[in-house]
T-cell receptor, first 111, second 112 residues
């Protein structure tokens, strides 16, 4: 158990809908990262927050957004969902910017 | 531009033998390297890391070697066990940009 929690574990929705994925980092970790993994492909970095502020953006679509709250939990919002957005979404956390510890992921299925 | 490359999509090794997973990088600014292990439908698990001031780091059955001149690192697992069957990701970062850059992964299969 990495100490990073993600909810929900599974999410099934329809095209055009909007969903919110939630992540609680390990106790004391200030950094939260979001990744997407599609169909056994590699990990695609989406976005990094540090202590509430956006630090880096990767391959994140404009339809996607994230935020980190004062209690350090983070949410990833995915809107106008398309079939191709079906993937595993992972959250990771770290103390500052060192080794990242991953949550179990949220499996999103868009029908 | 793939800055971190794992050129072997898969590797099959006999149980008890040594598994060697390779990773190459192109960015000479990278100074911290990590290996993660991932089972299907689970989050990656941190295995071992190495900073650029070292050329070797060991943790139990896992050893990472770094060859800075060749921009190459490898993960050695010895002896290999059935539970080691997983996808292994190499990742790198630099002090100027803490974003981890990931390789595509190598699927390791340990044969009984």
């Amino acid at each position: 158990d990495s100490g990073v929690t993600q909810t929900p574990k599974h999410l099934i929705t329809a095209t055009g809908q909007r969903v919110t994925l939630r992540c609680s980092p390990r106790s004391g970790d200030l950094s939260v990262y979001w990744y997407q993994q599609s169909l056994d492909q590699g990990l695609q970095f989406l976005i990094h927050y540090y202590n509430g502020e956006e630090r880096a953006k990767g391959n994140i679509l404009e339809r996607f957004s994230a935020q980190q709250f004062p209690d350090l939990h983070s949410e990833l919002n995915l809107s106008s969902l398309e079939l191709g957005d079906s993937a595993l979404y992972f959250c990771a956390s770290s103390k500052q910017t060192d080794t990242q510890y991953f949550g179990p992921g949220t499996r999103l299925t868009v029908l | 531009d793939q800055q971190v490359k794992q050129n072997s999509p898969s590797l099959s090794v006999q149980e008890g033998r040594i598994s060697i997973l390779n990773c190459d990088y192109t960015n000479s600014m990278f100074d911290y390297f990590l290996w993660y292990k991932k089972y299907p439908a689970e989050g990656p698990t941190f295995l071992i890391s190495i900073s650029s001031i070292k050329d070797k780091n060991e943790d139990g059955r896992f050893t990472v070697f770094l060859n800075k001149s060749a921009k190459h690192l490898s993960l050695h697992i010895v002896p290999s066990q059935p539970g080691d069957s997983a996808v292994y990701f190499c990742a790198a970062s630099s002090i100027s940009n803490y974003q981890l850059i990931w390789g595509a992964g190598t699927k390791l299969i340990i044969k009984p």
